[in-house]
């Protein structure tokens, strides 16, 4: 059995999963990569520079079937899991009037229940002690924030997730944290901070740093969270927003 790291990272063909991927494989660990998106998930594996470290799962996080194969696929090619990186996820700008059914019970399904699923599978096999699951909320589910409803909604629901998994599993040995990002500059967000002059008076021009985030940034706070560097910390939602949140 390997010594090192294996982890699954959800969202892994994008972004703040894409960077996380390469940032736990320079660190010698092994990754399970899940996404939708084939072509998003080949060029992760492309640019880690390790093919052999990054294996690879096209699936819908909100497919029943996808948190057992995504943990079966990473213990039988790397032969144990030990972080689950929930990172998966949409965000639009949407205030409660303006959202449909649809959209929320879709807001719900991909950035609360999966990660539920993908943690209540991760814990067949997390290994106490070694063991851990970082969940990537946002700053804008700790505080009330315009235009965010069912976004906010979720992310809200993600750090009392955290919490409450902590309190449970800690005793366990094994960890659950949260980072909360401020303005992430990923397709997620390029398109409001290029276009949107209210999304840049309301959450760009208040950052007291003078640069916006970028994916590694966070990706560096979810490895920390997720080693041993870590090692007893649990139940904390580490803010990556350039001070965003404290002005
Ligand atoms: P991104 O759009 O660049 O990447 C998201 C990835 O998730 C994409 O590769 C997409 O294909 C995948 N994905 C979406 N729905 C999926 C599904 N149903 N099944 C499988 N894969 C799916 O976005 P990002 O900015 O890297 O966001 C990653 C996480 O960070 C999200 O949870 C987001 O809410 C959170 N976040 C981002 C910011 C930001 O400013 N970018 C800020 C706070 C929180």
């Keep these: 059995m390997t010594d090192r790291l294996v982890a699954l990272v959800t969202g892994a063909g994008s972004g703040i999963g894409r960077a996380t991927t390469l940032r736990f494989v320079q660190s010698g660990a092994a990754v399970l990569g899940v996404d939708l998106n084939p072509e998003g998930l ?6 880690s520079g390790a093919p052999g470290g990054v294996a690879t799962l096209v699936a819908d996080v909100t497919d029943l079937e996808a948190p057992k194969a995504a943990v079966d696929k990473a213990v039988s090619v790397f032969g144990r899991l030990d972080c689950l ?12 009037h303006d959202t449909t059914d649809a959209e929320w019970d879709l807001y719900i399904a991909i950035n609360l229940t999966s990660l539920f699923r993908f943690s209540r599978e991760a814990l067949r096999t997390l290994e106490p002690g070694r063991g851990s699951i970082v969940n990537i909320a946002s700053v804008f589910g700790l505080f009330g924030h315009p235009h965010t409803a069912p976004y906010a909604a979720t992310k809200a629901a993600v750090v009392g997730l955290t919490h409450q998994m902590a309190a449970d599993y800690g005793p366990r040995g094994i960890r659950v944290n949260a980072v909360a990002p401020g303005v992430i500059e990923t397709a997620l967000t390029k398109e409001r901070i290029e276009r949107d002059p209210r999304f840049q008076a309301l959450n760009i021009d208040p950052i007291p740093f003078p640069r916006l985030g970028h994916p590694e940034d966070v990706a560096n706070a979810i490895y920390f969270l997720s080693s041993d560097q870590a090692a007893y910390i649990n139940g904390h939602v580490l803010a990556v927003d350039g001070g965003w949140s404290v002005t």
Excluded: D, S, V, Y
Aim: proline letters at 0%.
């Design 85 to 96: 990186i929930n990172n998966a996820g949409i965000g639009r700008a949407k205030a409660a």
């Design 42 to 47: 080949e060029e992760t594996r492309r640019l």
